[in-house]
């Protein structure tokens, strides 16, 4: 069956994301393969995640105007947790900036957070039939 593997997220700077995506969110670095002289092949992903971020360095003035606004202002990406609570703690001690306190709605327990650049997501804890 095919599946998404990979998400594109656009980037200013590598290490700037990598720092942000490992040490503030909790993501693991898959792969960090150097391409070129300002190329590198970067992977996060969430810890036992199958789906993953490429993290590419924005190349170009159009590529660059959209680090931080892939989505035009709307939720980006969606993080999937098992314990909102803990991770929601856990994550604004490490700087993460929430941009509401955590709600519960039918679907399950949300809040919405920005990346370094601005980009959001939604920390989702879905709701259990």
Known sequence: M?????TALLVRDYDEA???YVDKVGF???EDTIQG????WVVVRP??????LL???ADGEAQVARIGDQA???????LHTEDFAADHARMRAAGVRFLEEPRHEPYGSVAVFEDLYGNRWDLLEPRTV
């Open 2 to 6: 095919p599946h998404l593997a990979l």
């Open 55 to 57: 993290l590419a360095r």
């Open 72 to 78: 035009g202002g709307r939720v980006l990406l969606f």
């Open 47 to 52: 810890k036992g995640s199958a789906g993953a």
């Open 28 to 30: 693991e670095l898959v």
């Open 37 to 40: 002289p300002t190329k590198r």
């Open 18 to 20: 990598i720092d942000f």
